[in-house]
């Protein structure tokens, strides 16, 4: 069955650099979540998308913005990195009728140099 | 403030039951008690759910104390590949709104 797809799996930058990271939702899923988990920490809620448009909002820095486009896709956008932005970045996608059961991608590990 | 409380670490013998406790002792009447694992530095997978009723699906039980401010997760039959954080998470979620919030989990290892 088709998961979620997220691209790229591994990504190295230098600080104040701009990363891009993309999610690609289970066909037929209109909700993404992104979560950020740092070395030996727990995941943390980001932000959240629902039908292309912003449901929630948690820790997500102000030099981070997201999008969920008209094909369901969604994309991470990262400015002014910094060290500590250094971490695995998930995305997860649901459908909505059923939301909390959220299936999670593999990752994409942003490394800031 | 955490919604949950679980212990931070449990061994657990291969083939035997493993027990997951969790608090939730200030769940509210809408709330959810959702699992998840993960399996080191994998993606989250999501294991079962339930509101006031246990629940039993094709991986766990789920079990929810009458006053709901506890439950239990049950893998039956632990195998070396269940070794993994488990999560606890109290949440709502109003169609399409609501989010899950990740507190510390267990560290469950399961032991030949």
């Known amino acids: 069955a088709a998961g979620v797809i997220q691209s790229p799996r591994h990504l190295i930058k230098e600080k104040r650099e701009t990363a891009t990271l993309k999610c690609y939702p289970i066909p037929r899923h209109d909700t993404v979540y992104w979560y950020q988990q740092g070395p030996g920490q727990d995941p943390q809620f980001l932000i959240s998308f629902y039908e292309k448009m912003q449901s929630d909002k948690g820790s997500i820095p102000d030099r981070f913005s997201a999008q969920q486009f008209s094909d369901y896709h969604s994309e991470l956008n990262m400015s002014s990195l910094e060290l500590g932005d250094s971490a695995l970045y998930f995305c997860?996608?649901?459908?909505?009728?059923?939301?909390?059961?959220?299936?999670f991608g593999e990752g994409s590990r942003l490394t800031v140099l | 403030d955490a919604k949950t409380t679980q212990p931070p670490s449990m061994d657990c013998a291969e083939g035997r039951a493993a027990n997951l406790p969790c608090n939730h002792s200030?769940?509210?009447?809408?709330?959810?008690v959702y699992w998840y694992r993960q399996i080191h530095s994998q993606g989250p997978q999501y294991i079962i759910h339930g509101l006031k009723n246990n629940e039993t699906n094709e991986m766990a039980s789920l079990i929810i104390t009458e006053d709901r401010k506890s439950s239990t997760l049950i893998l039956p039959h632990a195998t070396l590949r269940d070794t993994a954080v488990y999560y606890c998470?109290?949440?709502?979620?109003?169609?399409?709104?609501?989010?899950?919030?990740f507190g510390k989990g267990t560290k469950l290892s399961v032991k030949p």
């Open positions: 997860a996608s649901s459908f909505g009728l059923n939301a909390g059961e959220l299936f």
């Open positions: 200030t769940i509210s009447g809408n709330e959810y």
């Open positions: 998470i109290v949440s709502s979620f109003r169609g399409s709104q609501g989010n899950l919030i």
